[in-house]
């Protein structure tokens, strides 16, 4: 790991270069994972764990406090190691300040306003926003095995869902058990909160598990994902619950599935993502149901269920292979609900395969 | 609930006054939850649900988007909601704007710096920090009534805990099965990321939960609360697994629980709080073990499991009737773990009663 992120910083280092950037802060906590394998959580909420700071001529330093000592110093060089104490936006600018470095980066999408203002006291800033982001989106082999083995579990819990998804239960319930069933199999956490909406539900833009009940013959959607080894997983499934499927929930999952497929078989390499959205949206139009597919494609995922590339209309990214995304058309219809389904896709050499 | 919220509203409007804010801008999810009852949590990570505009002439605004309309309107004239889409900070600005307020206050804490960034715009910002927080640190009788029973549980908790830690299991596995228990119990989520350290762990300052083992007769320190309708619970205990405790642990849980006993019984309104943390500081020094003390007497809860005031030698802030704090005394051994032991205390007319 130490490896693997020191060469990290060196692909940082040459994107700091381009930019003018000679010494660059690092605040958001999936970049200071990355780039150092220092505590993704730090077992607090609303807490930092600590903050990088990499610089131009490879001096680069970790920031954190005296509870963190022990696992700072199995990552990182012991001499470029700071503990701070009360006030670390203060004390980390006087740091700074002695370092001599010209132009300073910091991450402004993230970093507290109040704490950007102490650190920047007297050092020349700039927003060095996205660097970092443009190294993730891109997996290497190790990010890729974590990848899959956080999908395998959602495949099987997928498989086993149903399970679980019987007439009279609430949605809390099933999520209950879905957050249970990830954890019991070494799952960290849920990659985000889980939705599982009965019936009309499933139309909602935004759907928490709540007290509704699972009936005879209603259709059930699923979108979960957990954090495994770090990496984060994420799926989609409509399932009809009974054994007669309306009309409707038939011909909607045909037309999504056969969108998904589309977009999915039309991937490549050097291909701009929101083409990827279009070949979707094209299905959808064909069928006249283009109204009812209300959200993007897609978006990547890594450390983070959202992350870099988006795969909407509006994304200017190209497919890379590397890349890892998520295809996830749906189509909503207030009166009935409506059907989602999603797979995360790795980009290949010559195309993509699904995870 | 949307009565509660109105008067704190109006008290907040009496704080703004005295600051010369003509309205703040609140973006700080606790506090928007405090002073609207919307949404304390999103359901996705990493989002913010909205914020609101409290303003001098009580035509207070919720800003929020499209997914959250309807549970928005619920809770707040429709007339005022502004529902943002792609640049929720610039096209807030630009409604404030129009608004025609002369001096915005904003959560300099908390809000990320390209957001305020672009929020100020045009605008005569001033940092209005600790404003809700200072109505916050009173508990009203819904608050005290939720308070109590997320502590029940909590206690309910810590009668079934030893059943679970038995010599074999690891830290690891009793830390998801107190998660498991305070969910079936009804609460929404763990408080804060529960403490199970066996034997010398219970000294670390940053004891995670991990693959150590209990064995036959050693300590295991149970630092863990929940989230129950919103509010949060705190409580430590340190239990001995086994039947021989060694005069070390029973020596240090007697100066522990007296520290405890006597900061407790010390309390009463009027009383700066720093002087509660001398009094078991006191009682540390009498038995010559006050080098083992190594932080902070307490913290106020509710919302948030560290919220004001802070119950330590730096704090300039006074016992209220209302105020809901933690007494949580420990002593550390790096040889062979520590003790700590934490109630929540409700300041009373008179003095303090456990919760």
Known sequence: MNQVCQTRREKLRALMHEKGIDALFISHEANRYYLSGFELHDG?????????????????????????????????????????????????????????????????????????KSFSEGLHCVEGDGLVEEL???????????LKEACALNHKLMQWVPSVCRPGRTEKAVAWDIEKFFRDHGASELAFSSIVAVGPNAALPHAIPGDTVIKEECPVLIDVGCRLNDYCS???????????????????????????????AAMRPGMPVKEAHE???????????????????????????????????RSDAVLKPGMVITAEPGLYYPEWGGVRWEHMVLVTEDGVVRM
């Open 44 to 116: 607090q909420k609303n807490e930092y764990a600590g903050y990088l700071l990499i610089t131009k001529d490879g001096k680069d330093w970790l920031f954190t406090d005296s509870r963190y000592w022990d696992a700072a110093k199995r990552l990182w060089d012991e001499s470029r190691i700071y503990i701070y104490r009360a006030n670390p936006a203060g004390s980390i600018n006087e740091h700074i300040k002695q370092l001599g470095y010209g132009t300073i980066g910091f991450e402004s999408k993230t970093i507290p306003y109040a704490f950007q």
């Open 279 to 313: 070949v979707a949206v094209k299905v959808f139009e064909d069928a006249g149901v283009a109204d009812a597919f209300t959200h993007s494609l897609g978006h990547g995922i890594g450390l983070e269920t959202h992350e870099a590339p988006s795969v909407n209309m």
């Open 136 to 146: 993730r989106i891109i997996k290497d082999e190790h990010e890729i095995a974590c």
């Open 234 to 264: 994420d799926q989609t499934r409509t399932i009809w619950v009974g054994s007669k499927p309306s009309d409707e929930f038939q011909q909607t999952m045909e037309f999504v599935r056969t969108a998904q497929d589309a977009a999915i």
